[in-house]
């Protein structure tokens, strides 16, 4: 194909009920480093019903223009109006670079839209840059993340990649950023349509983001068991901290899931982690090791978390998280 046609960097703005995904804010600051680069411009595709006033927010974390499709079709997420729209502008504008959030969404929407434009995905990266050639260096944990392969779409555009939510930093949001804001008509299929929402119904469990802390108590094998668990959650009640996990607590039943730090987890980026009990396998570095500062406590002072650790504890959490935790109460009193 001839590659010089296209051009520019487009990222898919994830919205769900009309808020922006914070991972759509967090490509868009992302975009803006690789468009710098290589001397273009970024475009936010926003899609949705009702969300044109979202467009601006777009442009203060680093848009130049939003393509924005209000259309009834597009309220919530289903993947045939979502691809047949994306599909259509990728088809009229001729982006270089498209990425798209990791989400459930993304995952969803990321390889339908690769096979229909006939172009390569690399899913659910943690790393970009540009090549000298100019082309786009897709990065990603591969062999169970013990090496990472960086791939690049040579042949085919766009360019195409799902990045992991959290990997990427959030740019500064500049109200005084111009930019353009172009309302898109999408010509829908409606033959194609299979798949009707009929309604929405909300998990009733009480998800936390821990993303989102600032503060978080991560807990590990050494940790051991509930018991273990309670105790870091009375340190994390006492400093305002979220507790989290690495994956041997969720597989042994202890934690759930949505707690889970690392490469089959969440990337976090706290102001402070303890890694109580955690040993710092490569998995759970992936997701936490651009931590601000990393508080490691282990009994072995060989453990490889401690390479990661601004400040390293050797010994037994069952003994340090209590002193510390009294230590902390009285500070906060
Ligand atoms: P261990 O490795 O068993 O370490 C326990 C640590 O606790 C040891 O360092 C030990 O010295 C210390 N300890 C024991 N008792 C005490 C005590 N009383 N006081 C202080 N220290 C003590 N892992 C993740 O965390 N997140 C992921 O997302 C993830 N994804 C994965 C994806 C794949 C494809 C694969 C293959 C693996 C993945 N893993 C993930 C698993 C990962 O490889 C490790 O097995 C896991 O992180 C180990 O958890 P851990 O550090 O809690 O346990």
Known sequence: MDKSASKNVYVFVEQREGVIQSVALELLGKARELADELGEQVYAILLGKGISDKAQECIYYGADTVLCVDAPELESYVTEPYAQAICQIVNRYNPSILLIGATTIGRDLGPRLSARLTTGLTADCTGLAISEDRNLMMTRPAFGGNLMATIVCKEHRPQMSTVRPGVMKIGRRDTERKGNIEAVTIDFDKSKFRVKLLKTVKEQKNLVDITEAKILVSGGRGVGNQEGFDMLREMAKTIGAEVSSSRAMVDAGVISHDRQVGQTGKTVR?????????????????????????????????????????????GDVRKVIPLLTERLKNRSK
């Open 270 to 314: 706290p102001d402070v982690y303890f890694a109580c009990g955690i040993s710092g396998a490569i998995q759970h570095l992936a997701g936490m090791e651009e931590s601000d500062m990393i508080i490691a406590i282990n009994k072995d002072k060989f453990a490889p978390i401690f390479q990661v650790a601004d400040i390293g504890i050797v």
